[in-house]
């Protein structure tokens, strides 16, 4: 009986869940494009052209339309990707990446010798990094492309080391490595007496790169908790909030959700988080949409049930860094700029991106 009652319960929620995101995208589909109409939210939108909650994909192919993705105009048209990522059932992305490996193979390469660029990365951080993932992952593909972009010839060394923390306390400032892939950048370093120990490392310590990646940061709770649906972060006060530990706190300190304000749970990981809002002991966890929605079919009772606040979410950029203390870190970074920015003028770095998401949502399956 508390097993029946249970299924039921999480069918209850699913169906809330659904509820609160449909609307008039329920007929969307994907691999077409879609007039926004009143009512819309990119939630909803997602949901009825993948079944899934995560817009990210949504937001990567109109970046160039979509300033707030807590706002869309009705009348916005937008190109709905295909659920492998494609923007149109006729785009093939593997010839996007295969063209641009052709040209640089055809490049005249150079008989200096010059030392490998030292890279490490950490796995845990689906699907943006892991060795198990096509290529490392997908931030760790666009460095290892943009070194041979843009006129670079870089050779370089890669390394998973997964304690993340350690990148900042030893290998970076002790020059064991010259990039580490790769970390939210704080949006505002003014004040640095307000800021906890992580954010003011990140902002005294570390050069970066131009962001590679705008990952939506979003707040995940069950569909019947009080704070499901509030629209102010203030709102948040009072709230048991889930943020794995040694992730930076900037984005909660900057709203004022400080402790005493929030009670802060600091779990190993985001599958801790999830958990955590499903079991009752948190009551909204700060993830980003991808690396959230990645974890749900392996956490019992989260998959359809736990969902993004529909009205609340932020931009982070994410960039490769460097430590302030190598002296030819800055060099590295310019070299992995110059690729970057051919790497988009040609197309590939979206052809990166949808890839990695595809290939790793076959293996999510």
């Given at each position: 009986?508390?097993?029946?009652?249970?299924?039921?319960?999480?069918?209850?929620?699913?169906?809330?869940?659904?509820?609160?995101?449909?609307?008039?995208?329920?007929?969307?589909?994907?691999?077409?494009?879609?007039?926004?109409?009143?009512?819309?939210?990119?939630?909803?939108?997602?949901?009825?052209?993948?079944?899934?909650?995560?817009?990210?994909?949504?937001?990567?192919?109109?970046?160039?339309?979509?300033s707030?993705?807590?706002?869309?105009?009705?009348?916005?048209?937008?190109?709905?990707?295909?659920?492998?990522?494609?923007?149109?059932?006729?785009?093939?992305?593997?010839?996007?990446?295969?063209?641009?490996?052709?040209?640089?193979a055809?490049?005249?390469?150079?008989?200096?010798?010059s030392?490998?660029?030292?890279?490490v990365?950490?796995?845990?951080?689906?699907?943006?990094?892991?060795?198990?993932?096509?290529?490392?992952?997908?931030?760790?593909?666009?460095?290892?492309?943009?070194?041979?972009?843009?006129?670079?010839?870089?050779?370089?060394?890669?390394?998973?080391?997964?304690?993340?923390?350690?990148?900042?306390?030893?290998?970076?400032?002790?020059?064991?490595?010259?990039?580490?892939?790769?970390?939210?950048?704080?949006s505002?370093?003014?004040?640095?007496?307000?800021?906890?120990?992580?954010?003011?490392?990140?902002?005294?310590?570390?050069?970066?790169?131009?962001?590679?990646?705008?990952?939506?940061?979003?707040?995940?709770?069950?569909?019947d908790?009080?704070y499901?649906?509030?629209?102010?972060?203030?709102?948040?006060?009072?709230?048991?909030?889930?943020?794995?530990?040694?992730w930076?706190?900037?984005?909660?300190?900057?709203?004022?959700?400080?402790?005493p304000?929030?009670?802060?749970?600091?779990?190993?990981?985001?599958?801790?988080?999830?958990?955590?809002?499903?079991?009752?002991?948190?009551?909204?966890?700060?993830?980003?949409?991808?690396?959230?929605?990645?974890?749900?079919?392996?956490?019992?009772?989260?998959?359809?049930?736990?969902?993004?606040?529909?009205?609340?979410?932020?931009?982070?950029?994410?960039?490769?860094?460097?430590h302030?203390?190598?002296?030819?870190?800055?060099?590295?970074?310019?070299?992995?700029?110059?690729?970057?920015?051919?790497?988009?003028?040609?197309?590939e770095?979206?052809?990166?991106?949808?890839?990695?998401?595809?290939?790793?949502?076959?293996?999510?399956?």
């Open positions: 009986m508390k097993t029946m009652t249970k299924s039921l319960n999480a069918c209850l929620l699913a169906c809330a869940a659904s509820a609160l995101f449909s609307g008039a995208a329920a007929a969307q589909e994907a691999c077409a494009p879609y007039t926004v109409q009143a009512g819309d939210s990119l939630g909803s939108i997602a949901q009825a052209a993948y079944g899934s909650f995560d817009y990210q994909m949504i937001f990567n192919a109109n970046r160039n339309t979509i707030n993705p807590n706002q869309l105009a009705p009348g916005t048209l937008l190109q709905i990707p295909c659920e492998d990522g494609r923007l149109s059932a006729d785009q093939d992305l593997t010839e996007i990446i295969e063209k641009q490996e052709e040209k640089q055809a490049r005249t390469t150079s008989d200096v010798y030392p490998p660029i030292k890279m990365s950490g796995n845990g951080w689906e699907p943006y990094t892991g060795e198990d993932l096509k290529g490392g992952g997908m931030l760790v593909r666009l460095a290892t492309t943009a070194l041979n972009r843009g006129g670079n010839d870089r050779e370089y060394n890669l390394n998973f080391v997964n304690d993340w923390q350690a990148h900042f306390d030893t290998l970076l400032p002790m020059g064991l490595f010259d990039i580490s892939i790769a970390w939210y950048r704080p505002d370093c003014s004040n640095l007496d307000a800021m906890d120990d992580n954010t003011r490392y990140r902002c005294t310590q570390l050069d970066y790169s131009l962001p590679i990646y705008e990952s939506v940061s979003a707040y995940w709770t069950m569909p908790s009080e499901a649906n509030v629209t102010s972060y203030a709102d948040y006060a009072g709230a048991v909030v889930c943020r794995p530990e040694g930076s706190l900037a984005e909660l300190s900057s709203e004022g959700l400080v402790e304000v929030i009670t802060l749970l600091q779990p190993s990981g985001v599958k801790e988080c999830i958990g955590a809002l499903v079991s009752g002991d948190a009551d909204m966890a700060l993830l980003d949409l991808e690396g959230g929605d990645a974890v749900m079919g392996d956490v019992e009772g989260a998959a359809g049930v736990v969902q993004p606040n529909p009205s609340l979410s932020k931009l982070q950029t994410i960039h490769f860094v460097a302030k203390t190598n002296p030819r870190g800055k060099i590295y970074l310019s070299f992995l700029n110059k690729g970057l920015n051919e790497m988009r003028e040609s197309g770095w979206y052809a990166i991106i949808a890839d990695s998401l595809a290939d790793f949502n076959k293996i999510a399956q």
